[in-house]
Nanobody, 124 residues
Framework: VQLQASGGGLVQAGGSLRLSCAASGAAFANYLIGWYRQTPGKEREGVSCINSSSGDTYYADSVKGRFTISGDNAKNTVYLQMNSLEPEDTAVYYC??????????????????WGKGTQVTVSS
C-alpha cells in the first residue's frame, strides 16, 4: 500500500486545515491508519489513529477536542480535520499504516508504510 499525505499549508493561530491521506494499492479499510508529526530535532510523535472497520479513533492529549480523524472508504482516504490550530502544531505531518490503533498513539518498531509528509505551519 502507498500513502500520500496532502493539505498542509500556512495558517494563522486559531485557524483550520484539513489533511488528507490517500491510499493506493490496497483498500485502506483493511488497515489501521495513523497521523504523526515531527519537528526538527524532535522525535516523531503520534497525533491520532483510526480503525475504519470498527470506527474507533484515538488522539494525543495535545490535540484532543481540536482535531478529528475520519475515513472515507469509497475514496480510500483518511482525513485529519485540525481546528483551533496553535503555533505548537507546526510540524511535518505524516500518515502511516499502524499495527495497533489505541491510546496512546505511538510509533511502533517496524512501521514500514509511511506517506510523504506535508508541512503545517501555524503563525502566531
Amino acid at each position: 500500500v502507498q500513502l500520500q499525505a496532502s493539505g498542509g499549508g500556512l495558517v494563522q493561530a486559531g485557524g483550520s486545515l484539513r489533511l488528507s491521506c490517500a491510499a493506493s494499492g490496497a483498500a485502506f479499510a483493511n488497515y489501521l491508519i495513523g497521523w504523526y508529526r515531527q519537528t526538527p530535532g524532535k522525535e516523531r510523535e503520534g497525533v491520532s489513529c483510526i480503525n475504519s472497520s470498527s470506527g474507533d479513533t484515538y488522539y494525543a492529549d495535545s490535540v484532543k477536542g481540536r482535531f478529528t480523524i475520519s475515513g472515507d472508504n469509497a475514496k480510500n482516504t483518511v482525513y485529519l480535520q485540525m481546528n483551533s490550530l496553535e503555533p505548537e502544531d507546526t510540524a511535518v505531518y505524516y500518515c502511516a499504516v499502524v499495527p495497533v490503533c489505541t491510546y496512546p498513539v505511538v510509533v511502533y518498531y517496524g512501521m514500514n508504510y509511511w506517506g510523504k509528509g506535508t508541512q503545517v505551519t501555524v503563525s502566531s
